[in-house]
């Protein structure tokens, strides 16, 4: 590394991805980021000890240009550009770039639209099943025939539902740079929600009590994303984490702080640890069948943590099983 002139190392110094410099097939410079992510001992050794996937070694050692995606270096999960430039003869530039997040994003929408169209041909199985059946069969029994049409506008409403939280989804998606402008009481808003869920929580045999501090002071927020918000965490704890042995869901506001906390709990039968991670995605549910029987869209959280991204604020979602769910949402003062 002597040797090289002192621009060489401070362009690479400059670049923020992983970058080295090979000479007969040794490295010779790398950058701090190269270090960082292939060790230290890569430094003026054979250059296969810095490049290990077979194919990435072989555009190396060609020594042409070449342009190629590897996965794997510094975690599984991770993939890579990798891009080899001929400097001088002899001298190689070689240039990782991180894809891991293009990569998962794409991953991502790639799965929601598959997740997306599944939901939403099952209850299109339904429709267009008993539609054909009422259709063709002219002397029906009237009592099949209005069970039949009874299934086919449930579904439709099911497929209605889902179509307007994705909707819902992709306006609150659309606004996530737009700080939201008004500002309010959160204690008004687990008020209403609780107001909201009582009907759904009587029908059940539970109750729902809104807990909320007097005088918090008001928070910067859109009133009807946090409005959606809160109902649909009572809907859950009321759909989810009500019954017999636990009929109360408490929604509580109180200040912590330099945030407002709003909190909705239940003592049902709470969520197994290995699902907690994976609730805000789309259509993710623990249970999907009793999910659906529910109404159940597996949007909800979905929508709940983009509204909590928007308003720059925090989502825990806490629970055990046995023991009940709280899910506590903390958005910032200022
Ligand atoms: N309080 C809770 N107690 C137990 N399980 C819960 C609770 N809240 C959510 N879950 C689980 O998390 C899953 C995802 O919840 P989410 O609100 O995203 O979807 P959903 O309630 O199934 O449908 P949607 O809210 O769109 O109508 C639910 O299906 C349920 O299995
Ligand atoms: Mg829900």
Not at 29 to 45: H, K, V, W, Y
Not at 150 to 177: C, G, K, T
Not at 190 to 217: F, H, K, T
């Amino acid at each position: 590394m002597s040797d090289l002139p002192l621009l060489a190392t401070s362009l690479l110094d400059a670049l923020e991805e992983p970058a080295l410099l090979v000479q007969r097939e040794r490295t010779i410079a790398a950058n701090a980021a190269a270090l960082r992510l292939l060790g230290d001992s890569i430094l003026g050794t054979d250059v296969r000890l810095a490049v290990r996937q077979p194919h990435a070694l072989r555009a190396v050692l060609a020594a042409r240009p070449a342009d190629l995606e590897v996965s794997g270096i510094g975690g599984l999960e991770r993939s890579w550009d990798l891009q080899v430039r001929p400097l001088e003869p002899d001298l190689l530039l070689v240039r990782l770039t991180d894809r891991s997040a293009t990569r998962a994003a794409e991953k991502m929408r790639v799965d929601f639209v598959a997740n997306a169209s599944h939901e939403l041909r099952t209850p299109l199985a339904t429709i267009i099943g008993y539609g054909e059946t009422l259709a063709e069969d002219g002397d029906f029994p009237s009592e099949h025939r209005s069970r039949f049409g009874r299934a086919i506008h449930d579904e439709a409403r099911r497929m209605l539902r889902i179509v307007q939280d994705l909707m819902s989804l992709s306006r609150i998606e659309a606004d996530r740079f737009v700080p939201p402008d008004g500002r309010l009481d959160l204690a008004e808003i687990a008020r209403i929600a609780a107001e909201n869920g009582r009907r759904l929580a009587e029908s059940r045999g539970c109750r729902v009590v809104a807990d909320v501090a007097d005088g918090l002071p008001q928070v910067p927020g859109d009133f009807t994303q946090l409005l959606q918000l809160a109902d649909n965490l009572v809907g859950n704890a009321v759909r989810y984490g009500c019954g017999p042995g636990s009929p109360e869901v408490l929604v509580g506001a109180r200040q912590e702080r330099d945030a407002v906390l709003l909190s909705v709990r239940d003592r049902g039968e709470g969520i197994a640890a290995v699902h907690l991670p994976r609730l805000t995605e789309r259509f993710y549910r623990v249970d999907a069948a009793r999910s659906r029987d529910s109404g159940g869209t597996g949007l909800g959280l979905a929508i709940v943590k983009h509204i909590v991204e928007r308003h720059r604020g925090t989502l825990a979602i806490l629970s055990k099983p046995g023991e009940g769910t709280e899910v506590q949402v903390r958005l910032p003062l200022a």
